[in-house]
């Protein structure tokens, strides 16, 4: 199969150009103006924008969470993910304490293997780390691809991870030039919180954002930075929300050391407001919570100045009947967020449309620094001869509003019901096949693939 698109408006993180693509089998074969080749396609792609195909780095498909399981699995996520221009996810495998890094594996493997429509890879979440998972973590890297492991400083009894710990595995993962990530919340004081909120009888949705202030993730985020610069691992934090946080990396970079911050694009663009419409509140109960206008704000500086590198979703959702199950109690509400489908139109609308972002600064934190950052480029995250022919092909001006009625993700509301978004994606190339055609999705389960991962050299 090849292809040929014509007259596009070409974005990279670098480049911003007209020209055309060729495409034969899986591969970009050729750039540049009035390309000569013929194919058995051709897309004119006048007066559109044509981006590298996004990487959404931090996904839960799939996943057990508090006595439920999310409700997009690898089909119906990834097809989410492709109909907004994500061509590919990596979802987090849970270790369950006690267990092995292997036996977390095999059972992820086991929801994956043949399920996915779009291509993914895995984080290896490290629940658990002691002498025999240590044995674990070059076998991760070296044999399975696996080059990123995440960690918990919450959640604790389940995911939480102590201090020694975080230390133990920083060292281990160092050798091999692998990554660790966080989950930066302080659990303890979060535990305190919840048990006192719920002992005055404050169990609305409202209390789950109060049980988690700005200082629990700001205290976290200083004291991992701080472990990756002693112990000179490559850190990366998840779902940063907040000015408190995002300073915490501001400082560890005043001692030599770079932690990466990633945040998500409900932190742009929803606040904690939210939390106060009784239990439609609970819509937006995720880990950690919404925060206040000044801290998107700060999130959008931190993404101009590149402190910021990556904006992800961290889609972990929940049907209403699941969140109903916290009707009584905000601590039982299953925490997740449905945004895999709209992540790159509603980056688009509200950083580029708005001025906030130029277009290569959307694909360098919707794609290319991803791709970079967990091993994979230029394989994924560009457009280059030789590179994926991952493609989106992108109008600029369409305007639409997102709903739950003509989402395709597996959830039966939509935290953005009624948002108007300057910017649609129009068709969307995986590996050299037209994926997404206007509404029609064109390929089937089983034809994402597993990306194998490398680490620095």
């Given at each position: 199969m090849s292809i040929l698109?014509?007259?596009?408006?070409?974005?990279?993180?670098?480049?911003?150009?007209v020209a055309d693509i060729f495409v034969q089998g899986e591969k970009i074969v050729a750039i540049g103006k009035d390309l000569p080749y013929r194919a058995d396609k051709v897309i004119d792609a006048s007066g559109k924008l044509v981006f590298p195909g996004g990487i959404d780095p931090h996904v839960h498909l799939d996943m057990p969470f508090m006595g439920t399981y999310s409700s997009d699995n690898y089909e119906t996520g990834t097809r989410a993910a492709l109909f907004g221009g994500t061509t590919m996810v990596i979802d987090f495998i849970l270790q369950t304490q006690g267990k092995s890094l292997r036996n977390a594996l095999e059972a992820w493997q086991g929801r994956s293997n043949g399920n996915a429509v779009g291509d993914y890879s895995f984080h290896m979440a490290v629940t658990d780390f002691n002498e025999d998972t240590k044995k674990e973590i070059g076998e991760m890297v070296e044999k399975e691809g696996i080059t990123s492991f995440k960690t918990f400083m919450a959640y604790k009894g389940a995911l939480m991870i102590n201090d020694s710990q975080m230390i133990g595995l920083m060292q281990e993962v160092k050798k091999y030039n692998a990554l660790v990530t966080v989950h930066a919340t302080n659990g303890d004081m979060i535990d305190f919180l919840i048990a006192k909120h719920r002992s005055e009888g404050n169990l609305s949705p409202l209390y789950h954002y109060l049980s988690q202030p700005e200082v629990t993730e700001a205290e976290a985020s200083g004291r991992f930075s701080e472990l990756a610069q002693y112990?000179?691992?490559?850190?990366?934090?998840?779902?940063?929300?907040?000015?408190?946080?995002?300073?915490?990396?501001?400082?560890?970079?005043k001692m030599n050391h770079n932690v990466i911050a990633e945040t998500c694009i409900q932190y742009l663009m929803l606040d904690a407001s939210l939390y106060e419409k009784d239990f439609d509140g609970a819509k937006y109960v995720m880990s950690p919570p919404l925060r206040q206008k000044k801290d998107q704000a700060s999130l959008w500086s931190g993404i101009q100045q590149g402190t910021v590198q990556v904006v992800a979703t961290d889609h972990c959702p929940f049907k209403w009947e699941q969140k109903l199950m916290g009707k009584d109690d905000f601590s039982k509400i299953p925490n997740g967020h449905p945004a895999i489908e709209h992540r790159m139109e509603l980056l688009f609308s509200e950083?580029?449309?708005?001025?906030?972002?130029?277009?290569?600064?959307?694909?360098?934190?919707?794609s290319t620094n991803a791709a970079k950052i967990f091993g994979m480029f230029p394989q994924k995250g560009t457009l280059g001869i030789g590179s994926d022919a991952d493609i989106v092909i992108f109008d600029p001006t369409e305007k639409h509003t997102i709903s739950a009625k003509t989402h395709h993700m597996n959830v039966d509301y939509s935290a953005y019901e009624g948002v108007e978004v300057t910017g649609k994606v129009k068709t969307v190339i995986l590996r050299g096949e037209v994926a997404i055609d206007g509404n029609d999705c064109k390929i089937q389960k089983g034809y994402g693939r597993f990306i194998r991962r490398s680490t620095p050299r």
């Open positions: 698109i014509k007259n596009g408006r070409i974005i990279t993180a670098s480049e911003d150009s112990t000179g691992v490559r850190g990366y934090i998840v779902h940063m929300t907040c000015e408190g946080a995002l300073n915490a990396v501001r400082d560890v970079s950083g580029v449309a708005k001025g906030r972002i130029n277009l290569n600064k959307f694909v360098e934190v919707n």
